[in-house]
DNA sequence: TCTCTATCTGCAAACAGTTGCACATGTATT
DNA sequence: AATACATGTGCAACTGTTTGCAGATAGAGA
C-alpha cells in the first residue's frame, strides 16, 4: 500500500471522508508550489473546472480539517489573509519585516532545540511548521527610530 | 524627566501624539493586569467613564500603534480573537494545546538562542514578546490517534 | 494666544474567516 | 445493491478586525 493510500486508509478509519470538495482543495495546493490564500485556492479550483463551484466556508474548512490532520500548514505572512502550504517537502520557517514587509525564508532546523527543550521540560508537542517570525530586516533597523 | 516622560517627549518627536482615546486604552491596558481583547479593553474604558465612548476601530488603531511602537504585545491564544499586554514586566511566551484549549506559561529566555542565531546569521531583529507556540500538552498528546 | 497642518477619530462599509442549520453524501454494513 | 447514519456541504448570518473618507484636534511655531 502506497504511503497515500496508507494516508487515505487511515483518515477513513478515524472517520474522516474524502469528498470532492476536498480533493479539489488537495489538488489545488498540489498545482500551486507555492504558499496559497483560500481565495488563490479558490481561484485555482475554478480555473481548472469551470464548471464546478465550492463555497468558500467549504474552502476553509477543509484547510482547517487538513491542518488538524497535519497534512498542511497555516501561516500569516503579515498579510491581511493566512496562507497555505503541503507540508513534507520544502518545509522552512519565515522572517516576516515589518517595515519592508519582506520574507526571508530559513532552515526549519533553527528551531530544533526548541521543540526539544519544550517536550523534555514541558512535555509539550510544538507545532512548528511554516511558522512566521516578525522583527525588523538588517537594512530597516537602521532607519527605526526616525519612524 | 522619568522614563513615562521621556518615552512621551520621544513620541511626540516623531509626530505622535497623545489623544484623549489613546490615554483611555492605555489606562484599560493597566488596569487589567493580564491579556486583554480589545473587546475587554472597551469594556473597562465604559466602566470607568460611562459617559465617554471610543470607537472600535480607534481601539484597533490604538492597538496596533502601541504594538509598532513595542509597548504592547499582540498575542493570539487560539480564541477567536487577539489579545494584548503592556510590555516591561511579567514578559512571557505561551504554549497554547489545540486539544484542550490549555495555555501553559513559560519563561522567555526559552527563545534568546533563537534570537541570538537570527541576529548573527540573518541581521534579522526578531521580536517575540509574548508569543504563542502551538502544539498538543502531555495529556492530549495520549489519545492523539483516535482523534 | 492664535494659526496651521499632519495626525487622529468616528462612522460606515468592507474583508477574512467562522458558525448554525437543514439538506446532501461518503462509507461501513448487510 | 440497498440501507443507515455520521460526517460534510451550501447558504446566510455573524464575528473580529481593517480601511476609506470627511471632519476634528494635538501640538509645533508665530
Redesign the pocket.
Known amino acids: 500500500m502506497s504511503d497515500h493510500d496508507e494516508l487515505i486508509h487511515s483518515l477513513?478509519?478515524r472517520?474522516?471522508?474524502?469528498?470532492?470538495?476536498?480533493r479539489l482543495v488537495l489538488e489545488a495546493l498540489q498545482h500551486g508550489d507555492h504558499h496559497m490564500?483560500?481565495?488563490e485556492i479558490a481561484q485555482t479550483i475554478i480555473a481548472h473546472y469551470p464548471s464546478i463551484?465550492?463555497?468558500?466556508?467549504?474552502i476553509?474548512?477543509?484547510l482547517?480539517?487538513l491542518r488538524d490532520v497535519d497534512l498542511v500548514s497555516e501561516t500569516s505572512l503579515g498579510q491581511?489573509?493566512?496562507v497555505y502550504a503541503l507540508l513534507g517537502s520544502d518545509d522552512h520557517h519565515h522572517l516576516v519585516c515589518e517595515g519592508c514587509s519582506g520574507v526571508i525564508e530559513i532552515d526549519p532546523s533553527i528551531l530544533d532545540p526548541v521543540r526539544q527543550e519544550l517536550k523534555a521540560r514541558y512535555g509539550f508537542a510544538a507545532r512548528l511548521a511554516h511558522i512566521s517570525i516578525f522583527g525588523l530586516c538588517a537594512r530597516c533597523q537602521i532607519g527605526e527610530h526616525e519612524g
Open positions: 477513513r478509519a472517520g474522516h471522508r474524502l469528498t470532492p470538495q476536498r490564500s483560500a481565495d463551484s465550492v463555497d468558500p466556508a467549504t476553509y474548512r477543509t482547517r480539517w491581511n489573509h493566512m
